[in-house]
Each structure stands twice: as structure tokens, then as C-alpha cells.
């Protein structure tokens, strides 16, 4: 399975496949946090060199044999601890979303996962979430999304998380 990841961080989405042993490439990642970048580099035993670094700058069409992107978008602008200024391409850091569901539309990969804290679903970010969903099958995704806590996974959190598996329906 090939991966493109998008906001990498230190690889969470990555240590769960290797979790469960499942066989696959990190053919590129994409993380602006330096620090992070090096933490994904030696986790991961990859070269800094395929990091893509700036979202806003990756060209999905280079991607078209990718599996799977995965992208745990900022949540900033959504999360109860940040600025809850929502998801506004170009003006808000959780707009990179954006810029996902533009690499995911031009890489076409079989699916995309993507993660975010449970305010998406809230009240006040509904519409944001619906438009997502809608977004996706307009891309040509069937979208499946279950909230899920740390705690049910030996985590040492208990933060509950909105996971959106979206798989491309003429594989679904």
C-alpha cells in the first residue's frame, strides 16, 4: 500500500499501520513543523528529503498511484482550546483543509482518512462537517466517520477524535 501523508506530525496514521502490520510504502510526507519533521524522519527511517514540507504547494497530480492519504488537518480553529474561528479557505489554519481535499482530488487515491477533534461534529461546526462529507462524494468518495476516544485504546488520553474514512466508490 502506498501512503501520501498531509500533516504528518510524528506519524500517527503511519504507527497504526505498522501497528497492524500491515505492508506499505510512505512514498512522501508532508509536515511544515521542522521539528516534527525530523521526530517522522527517524520514526519512520526516512530520508527528510521526502518530506513536501508546505501543503499549499503539493501537486496531487505527482500521486497518482497512491493507496491512501492520510490527514489530520489543523484544528486550531475548531478545537474548544483554539480561536473556534472555523474552517475558511485562506484565512484560517483549519482551512488547510482545503488544500487535502484539493491533493485528494487530484491524486484520486483508493482512500483518505482523516482525523480531527470531536468539535467538528458540534453544534457549531456542523455545517463544516456536513460540507466536508459533501465535498467528498462530490469528489467521488463514499464517507464513513465514527467518533472514537483514546481511552477504548490504551492511550493516555481520553480525547475523543472524529475519524472520516472516505473510499472511492468505484472501489466501495
Do not use: Q
Request: proline share 1%.
Amino acid at each position: 500500500m502506498k501512503v501520501l501523508s498531509l500533516f504528518s506530525g510524528i506519524g500517527a496514521f503511519e504507527r497504526a499501520i505498522e501497528n497492524k502490520n500491515i505492508e506499505h510504502e510512505i512514498v512522501n510526507y508532508c509536515e511544515k513543523d521542522r521539528y516534527a519533521s525530523y521526530a517522522y524522519s527517524k520514526l519512520f527511517r526516512l530520508s527528510e528529503a521526502k518530506n513536501l514540507w508546505d501543503v499549499n504547494w503539493v501537486d496531487g497530480t505527482h500521486f497518482k498511484d497512491i493507496d491512501l492519504v492520510t490527514y489530520g488537518f489543523p484544528c486550531t480553529d475548531i478545537s474548544l482550546a483554539g480561536s473556534c474561528k472555523g474552517i475558511i479557505k485562506g484565512e484560517t489554519k483549519s482551512g488547510l483543509l482545503f488544500e487535502a481535499l484539493r491533493i485528494i482530488e487530484e491524486a484520486r487515491p483508493k482512500v483518505a482518512i482523516a482525523e480531527n477533534v470531536r468539535n467538528l461534529v458540534s453544534k457549531m461546526f456542523i455545517s463544516d462537517f456536513h460540507n466536508l462529507i459533501n465535498e467528498l462524494d462530490r469528489l467521488g468518495y463514499n464517507s464513513y466517520w465514527k467518533i472514537l476516544s483514546g481511552i477504548n485504546y490504551n492511550s493516555a488520553h481520553s480525547r475523543e477524535r472524529v475519524f472520516i474514512v472516505s473510499i472511492r466508490k468505484d472501489i466501495d
